[in-house]
Structures are given as C-alpha cells and as structure tokens.
C-alpha cells in the first residue's frame, strides 16, 4: 500500500512545485524547502539587460549614419522599375515627380508608360548626385516582342533623372 501512495505523493509535490514556479517564478522548491533563487534572477535580467542595450546600440548606428543620397535614389529607383515590371502603374506614378503628376494623370502615365517591351530584369547599376538632381544607370533585362521570332533577352541601358523636391527624390520624365 505504501508504494502506491509514494508515486502519487511525487506527483502532487511536483504540482505544487510547477504552482509555486509560476506564482513566484523567483522561487525554487529544493526538497522539502521553499527557497529564493538569488543565482538565476539576476542572471537573467543582466542578459535582458544586455540584449536590450545591445538592440538599442545597434539600432542607434543606423540613427547616426543617414543613407545617402545615392542609397536613397538607387532604392526608389529600383521600387519604381519593380512597379513597373509588375505592371503596378499606380505605385511607378507616385514615384514621378509632382510637376509630372500635376499635368499627367495615372492612367495617362500607363498608357505611356504600360505597353511596348517585356522587361525581365532590373538592375540599378550606377549612380551619381549632384546637390538636387541624380542620374541613375539602369540595366534592363528585355524580351522584344516580335511576330514569328523568338528571341532571347537582351541587355539594355537607360539614363534617368531623379529630382530632390521638398525632401524626396522623384522621378523625372519629360512633359
């Protein structure tokens, strides 16, 4: 009879043990005592600690290295040739310049902008500013479309303009 109660006699003090874990996670149940844990605790704020003021350190380097002009023009640049490729015409739109929206409307803009070439790629592949304006090199990756001939991609380059107007760089097109 008395090792049928010593299984079940472990398991309610195991219960108790996880209870007396979760109300007091600071507390450790060793034996048949009630103890405080000083040894874990603290260990585990300092590494809290630690990986708090490590996330902080790093996310304040990026805080004090802005991107640079190139970085910014190369990025929306290629945001726009992506739009672009996937035929979302609204989002290249947003990226033209205010002058060009205020005189273009998006549905113009893809109509002169939507057919033609099947662009497979894109590669912004150089770029250089100057104090408001940046050109941009890209590299087009393009399928020609041509009755009865099959041909494969061909490499094509672009110059393009990037204005800075009001803080932002747009992309700049002819009216």
Same mark, same amino acid.
């Given at each position: 009879m008395r090792n049928r109660l010593l299984p079940r006699k472990r398991l309610c003090n195991l219960f108790s043990q996880i209870e007396l874990e979760q109300a007091h996670p600071s507390r450790l149940l060793i034996g048949d005592h009630t103890t405080m844990n000083h040894d874990?605790?603290?260990?585990?704020?300092?590494?809290?600690?630690?990986?708090?003021?490590?996330?902080?350190?790093?996310s304040g380097c990026a805080a004090f290295n802005p991107a640079t002009p190139e970085q910014i023009v190369e990025q929306r640049a290629k945001a726009y040739w992506d739009a672009r490729v996937a035929g979302q015409f609204e989002k290249a739109y947003a990226l033209s310049t205010p002058a060009y929206r205020k005189t273009k409307?998006?549905?113009?803009?893809?109509?002169?902008?939507?057919?033609?070439?099947?662009?497979?790629?894109? %590669?912004?592949?150089?770029?250089?500013?100057e104090s408001d304006k940046c050109t941009?090199?890209?590299?087009?990756g393009v399928q020609p479309a041509m009755i009865g001939v099959k041909l494969g991609t061909i490499?094509?380059?672009?110059? %393009?303009?990037?204005?800075? %107007?009001?803080?932002?760089?747009?992309?700049?097109?002819?009216?």
């Amino acid at each position: 009879m008395r090792n049928r109660l010593l299984p079940r006699k472990r398991l309610c003090n195991l219960f108790s043990q996880i209870e007396l874990e979760q109300a007091h996670p600071s507390r450790l149940l060793i034996g048949d005592h009630t103890t405080m844990n000083h040894d874990i605790v603290p260990g585990r704020r300092m590494s809290a600690f630690l990986l708090a003021a490590g996330v902080l350190a790093l996310s304040g380097c990026a805080a004090f290295n802005p991107a640079t002009p190139e970085q910014i023009v190369e990025q929306r640049a290629k945001a726009y040739w992506d739009a672009r490729v996937a035929g979302q015409f609204e989002k290249a739109y947003a990226l033209s310049t205010p002058a060009y929206r205020k005189t273009k409307t998006a549905d113009q803009f893809k109509m002169q902008f939507g057919a033609g070439v099947a662009v497979k790629s894109v %590669e912004v592949t150089k770029v250089t500013c100057e104090s408001d304006k940046c050109t941009t090199q890209v590299k087009l990756g393009v399928q020609p479309a041509m009755i009865g001939v099959k041909l494969g991609t061909i490499d094509s380059y672009l110059n %393009e303009t990037w204005l800075l %107007e009001d803080g932002q760089w747009w992309h700049y097109q002819d009216l």
